[in-house]
C-alpha cells in the first residue's frame, strides 16, 4: 500500500481466527494496524497473528503464526 493513506486492519481484535481485512485510512493509534515483519519474514498483528495467504485464491486472511513460511511467508521490494 506505498503511496496511500490506505492501511490493512483487521475487522475485530487480533485473537479471532479468520476475521475479515479491510483497507481504511491510516491512524497511528488503531492497535488493529499494526502491523510487524518478522526476521522469519512473517507479517505479525500481535504476538500470534500472521498475515497468510489462502491456497488457490486471491485472498488473505489472519492465521495462528506457524513459523513455518510457505502461506505466511512474504516478500516485497523494500525500495516502494
Known amino acids: 500500500l506505498a503511496h496511500t493513506q490506505l492501511c490493512i486492519e483487521s475487522e ?18 488503531n492497535r488493529r494496524q499494526h502491523w510487524k ?13 500472521c498475515l497468510e495467504t489462502v491456497h488457490g485464491k ?7 503464526c506457524h513459523e513455518m513460511g510457505s ?3 512474504w516478500q516485497h521490494d523494500s525500495k516502494v
Request: charged letters at 25%; proline letters at 7%.
Open 37 to 49: 515483519e518478522t526476521s522469519i519474514n512473517d507479517i505479525r498483528l500481535g504476538p500470534k497473528s
Open 58 to 64: 486471491e485472498m488473505v486472511r489472519i492465521s495462528k
Open 12 to 29: 475485530s481484535e487480533v485473537t479471532y481466527k479468520g476475521v475479515k481485512l479491510l483497507l481504511k485510512p491510516c491512524a497511528p493509534s
Open 71 to 73: 502461506t505466511q511467508q
